[in-house]
């Protein structure tokens, strides 16, 4: 198994452009997430999803959006980049709510410009 | 709402010492799950703990230990005899039992080993 995978691993956007950050896990979990971490504030949760056709917002959502078409991707789509969005963004997964281990993909260093 | 602290920021110890580091939660939960993450200068997160709202029995894994106190709602992480390679950023990260919950992270403390 892969695990979760997340692609690409670096990325320097300019202010106004917009782009995907893909997500893909082989284990078959229900659940899935984005993250971003920024210095001294840990993960804050941005999207999640508990399946196919199913997500919702997390703590910080604005200027991004998900899909999760199918249980094994769910990307991350930033509409119009701002500097704001300069962060590292963590996809993980999980098996289900009963508080299983999330397995995070390797992280998505974004520069924004 | 959910919230995790981890008060210290940055630690640092020389080999050999013992550390503990802090982890408060709040949570109106009865059913939560807590978790202790580390993330190494190469930037993964490492999964090295869970521990349900039912169990305080503390755990201990080789040079690791866990402290889970429902009283005071800490869940704290101590490294005996620590190593260069414990140097890391650890996050403690608390999930509630309804369905939907996902984890809420402290602000991480980072820990400096020096030879």
């Known amino acids: 198994n892969a695990g979760v995978t997340q692609t690409p691993k670096f990325q320097v956007l300019k202010t106004g452009q917009s782009m995907t950050l893909q997500c893909a896990q082989d284990?078959?979990?229900?659940?899935m997430s984005w993250y971003r971490q920024d210095p001294g504030m840990g993960l804050r949760l941005i999207h999640y999803s508990v399946g196919a056709g199913i997500t919702d917002q997390g703590e910080v959502p604005n200027g991004y959006n998900v899909s999760r078409s199918t249980t094994e991707d769910f990307p991350l789509r930033l509409l119009s980049a701002a500097p704001s969005q300069t962060s590292v963004y963590f996809c993980?997964?999980?098996?289900?709510?009963?508080?299983?281990?999330?397995?995070f993909g390797q992280g998505t260093r974004l520069t924004v410009v | 709402a959910q919230k995790v602290t981890q008060a210290q920021t940055e630690i640092s110890v020389v080999e050999k010492e013992d550390v503990t580091l802090d982890c408060v939660y709040e949570?109106?939960?009865?059913?939560?799950?807590l978790f202790w993450y580390k993330q190494p200068p190469s930037g993964e997160l490492v999964f090295l703990i869970r521990?349900?709202?039912?169990?305080?029995q503390n755990e201990i894994s080789g040079r690791y230990s866990w402290n889970f106190q429902k009283s005071t709602s800490s869940f704290n992480f101590t490294i005996t005899a620590s190593q260069v390679v414990d140097s890391a950023v650890y996050f403690c990260a608390l999930r509630g039992g309804n369905a939907g919950n996902m984890l809420t992270f402290g602000g991480g403390t980072r820990l400096m080993v020096k030879p």
């Open positions: 521990r349900n709202s039912f169990d305080e």
């Open positions: 949570t109106r939960d009865t059913t939560y799950y």
């Open positions: 284990m078959n979990h229900e659940y």
């Open positions: 993980a997964s999980s098996k289900d709510r009963e508080g299983t281990e999330a397995f």
